[in-house]
T-cell receptor, first 113, second 112 residues
Framework: GQQLNQSPQSMFIQEGEDVSMNCTSS?????WLWYKQDPGEGPVLLIALYKAGELTSNGRLTAQFGITRKDSFLNISASIPSDVGIYFC?????????????FGTGTSLTVIP | KAGVTQTPRYLIKTRGQQVTLSCSPI?????VSWYQQTPGQGLQFLFEYFSETQRNKGNFPGRFSGRQFSNSRSEMNVSTLELGDSALYLCASARRGTYGYTFGSGTRLTVV
């Protein structure tokens, strides 16, 4: 199935630094979701985006739905050790009826205290 | 508010056997989707059920099947298990449209 291009694949940052990651697709998407997954657990929904250009925050996290509807961005400000994990983007194509999401390959985040 | 509940959490099966996994969605959520997660392929969509009807299906062989009951609980079945079916199987439920698309903790299936 289709997968989104998510970058970077991994990041090693110092505590307190800001983080940026993004996802791109060749298809137009109606919905973008961002998740964080800890080892052995299911992904936890961080932010949901439903309109092109939409900018949404959840605490230190901010995500944007790209104007072209083919990309999305996630920023984490002032990282802390508990931000460690794998972050996934998920997109729902505009051609899709119902709930079928395509997932990015994930960004593994390591925060060095 | 209870989240999405998947049972069992861990399962070990032998090649050729069949397995049934269960998912109880969040109360009020009528859409249930299933995904397979492996290190090599990432998260891959299996199928989605809404009001007991399969609404979407991913590119998986017919050995993978599912169903949804009138209380929105869902099961997926994998027949004639292969080693490559070893994965974390995740279930996600949603209420209206894609709102609140929430995952369970998954079932870790190991085929030996």
């Amino acid at each position: 199935g289709q997968q989104l291009n998510q970058s970077p694949q991994s990041m090693f940052i110092q505590e307190g630094e800001d983080v940026s990651m993004n996802c791109t697709s060749s298809s137009i998407f109606n919905t973008w979701l961002w998740y964080k997954q800890d080892p052995g657990e299911g992904p936890v929904l961080l932010i949901a985006l439903y309109k092109a250009g939409e900018l949404t925050s959840n605490g230190r996290l901010t995500a944007q739905f790209g104007i072209t509807r083919k990309d999305s961005f996630l920023n984490i400000s002032a990282s802390i050790p508990s931000d460690v994990g794998i972050y996934f983007c998920a997109g729902q194509p505009s051609s899709n009826t119902g709930n079928q999401f395509y997932f990015g390959t994930g960004t593994s985040l390591t925060v060095i205290p | 508010k209870a989240g999405v509940t998947q049972t069992p959490r861990y399962l070990i099966k032998t090649r050729g056997q069949q397995v049934t996994l269960s998912c109880s969605p969040i109360s009020g959520h009528r859409s249930v989707s299933w995904y397979q997660q492996t290190p090599g392929q990432g998260l891959q969509f299996l199928f989605e059920y809404f009001s007991e009807t399969q609404r979407n299906k991913g590119n998986f062989p017919g050995r993978f099947s599912g169903r949804q009951f009138s209380n929105s609980r869902s099961e997926m079945n994998v027949s004639t298990l292969e080693l490559g079916d070893s994965a974390l199987y995740l279930c996600a439920s949603a209420r209206r449209g894609t709102y609140g698309y929430t995952f369970g903790s998954g079932t870790r299936l190991t085929v030996v």
